[in-house]
């Protein structure tokens, strides 16, 4: 049973994910399996994923979503094909005061009533080296389709010897124009640029080391 | 600024900032007037006063001296426990930094101890002026000595 982190259903631990991924990994060239592609769910339980405006080129204001759902599919053997896709429940979304709240999930801005979630879709993922990657895609908010990328930094991998887990944290941000999806309301007080900033702990089970 | 619509986000931006500029500005020129009074003194009460008036009107001074301080003071803690996380800007442009972090319990309780305070000190302040202007009409030269000491 997967400990914490992302359940993953199938396959391989993260050694030759990164392995897939472009990582230089001399010791699992030689690792005779196939190696199977590997499903992770992803919900809030695993990650965080918040926004930032800015607020007449003085302050900021931040902002986050608390619910969910996703699914990442890592393919070692064509690693341009891992696929990334994100639902997110736009009445979810959490800021410091209930006033802010109704703001966002209003008409002008996230209008939850008419579309209560916003979506991101991988078309691709590039490698830019061992720990970076480019995930080109889209997202969908407010009945617009807009192309995204994303930035994603492995920050951290780490194994658990004691508990058999190995885990990797991921940075991933990205920079969107939320006047794009139509959201045109206060250009004074709220930046059109919306800072993205997102992120995730992805854990696999590995087998005990033996002898 | 408090009773404007949330959604009408620029002008409570401005309406809050401009308080936050006059509040500021109210205890600089409190602090300078409690300094001055202490290196120049009080002026002359009039010799005919009655004694239960001098401490009163004593006990009126201190409270509104206490109450320019503090209250301001209050406010500041006021905007800085925000929730909303809004700077202070004197001016709106000078950043007053906030020496404490946002906290919705005590943001609750500071607003409203703020506001009572505010409440006071404009009662007294209107009770203060109404004395000294009724001392004035009766020929003391009251307004006089408050300008010029």
Known sequence: MPIGG?????????????????????WLAAAPAARAASLY?????????????SNLGLFTTKGRFTRFTGELQIDPDHPERTHVEVTIDGNSVDMPLKDEVDMLRSPDYFNTARFPTQHFISSSVETVSPSHYIIHGTLQIRGVTSPQDLNA??????????????????????????????????????????????????????????? | MVGLPFRQLLQK?????????????????????????????????????????????????????????????????????????????????????????????????????HLYLAVALVALAAGHALVALNRHREGRRTLVRMWRG
């Open chain 2, 13 to 113: 931006f401005v309406l809050y900032q401009l308080h936050k500029t006059i509040g500021i500005t109210v205890f600089l020129l409190a602090c300078t007037q409690i300094i001055l009074h202490r290196r120049r003194g009080r002026p002359a009460w009039d010799a005919d006063l009655p004694h239960w008036q001098r401490r009163a009107a004593a006990s009126v001074h201190a409270a509104l001296f206490a109450l320019l301080i503090i209250t301001p003071v209050l406010g500041y803690l006021t905007a800085a426990t925000a929730p909303i996380g809004v700077p202070t800007l004197f001016l709106g442009v000078i950043p007053v930094p906030h020496i404490v972090g946002t906290s919705k319990f005590w943001f609750g309780i500071l607003r409203r101890v």
């Open chain 1, 153 to 211: 930094d492995m920050t951290e991998r780490h194994v658990d010897e004691a508990r058999h887990v190995e885990w990797a944290d991921f940075v991933i941000t990205g920079r969107m124009r939320r006047s794009v999806f139509g959201m045109v309301a206060d250009p004074n007080m709220v930046s059109d640029n919306v800072s993205l900033d997102i992120r995730i702990r992805l854990t696999v089970e590995v087998a005990p080391k033996t002898g």
């Open chain 1, 41 to 53: 769910h992803i919900d809030q339980r695993y990650g965080t994923i918040e926004f930032t405006v």
């Open chain 1, 6 to 26: 992302a359940q993953m259903l199938r396959g391989g631990a993260i050694g030759r994910l990164l392995l897939g991924l472009g990582c230089v990994a001399l």
